[in-house]
């Protein structure tokens, strides 16, 4: 395994990590940092607090949550609304801002498919806490612009299990804002789940 040592942009403190992982966190500072084409850039973050009641192997998932603004321009959908828009956008409305929820770990394509659309349908609420509690954190491996980018894969993945749909929805997603957000897992057989 190859180790990778940087220092910490806000108190010079060296940290030591796996390779693969692109986000630097700083346990003196409490500052984590990424570095995508070499220049360390902070990161605006948040750890979710475990269930009491979480049991098993802990693990810390780093997801982007993007905070964006999501209008409708055309929908041609025959007798009825977009059951999973007007769930996102209140009160049927054709424009509103939502969370979506983007795995940064390394995810096989059923799993990452699995929590984004999980988090993104319903918003989850938890908690936070100020450190990581010695519990591992799975390395970031997807950078916050691939993020943004992937935003309109979810929302694609969620209309198109409704049959007809996608192809007669048109619409804008902007990102506001973009948040890297540490929620709990237990790992089991059946791979990893949520411990919120
Ligand atoms: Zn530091």
């Keep these: 395994m190859k180790i990778v040592q940087v220092k910490c942009p ?13 986000l630097f966190y700083c346990d003196k500072c409490n500052v984590m940092h990424i570095r995508e084409g070499g220049a360390p850039e902070k990161v605006d973050f948040e750890i979710a607090e475990f269930s009491p009641k ?11 949550r ?16 977009i059951f999973k828009m007007s769930q996102w956008l209140k009160g049927g409305s ?14 096989d394509a059923g799993t ?3 929590f984004s659309t999980m988090f993104t349908g319903a918003a989850p609420r938890y908690p936070t806490r100020l450190n990581f509690n010695n519990v591992r954190r799975l390395p970031g491996t997807l950078p ?21 749909v996608l192809q007669k929805l048109d619409y804008s997603l902007t990102v506001n ?15 990893p789940m ?3």
């Design 54 to 64: 979480a049991q098993g192997e802990k693990v810390y998932m780093p997801f982007w």
């Design 112 to 114: 990452f498919r699995k």
């Design 144 to 164: 916050k612009q691939e993020a943004a980018q992937l935003a309109d894969f979810v929302v694609v993945t969620m209309e198109a299990e409704q049959p007809g």
């Design 94 to 107: 054709d424009s509103g801002n939502m969370f979506i929820y983007i795995p940064a770990a390394e995810l």
């Design 177 to 191: 804002d973009t948040k890297l957000v540490y929620l709990p897992f237990v790992m089991t057989p059946q791979g």
């Design 10 to 22: 806000s108190c010079n403190q060296a940290i030591m990590m796996k390779e693969k992982d692109k």
């Design 66 to 81: 993007l905070y964006t603004t999501f209008i409708v321009r055309s929908k041609n959908v025959e007798g009825g609304t």
């Design 194 to 196: 949520s411990a919120l």
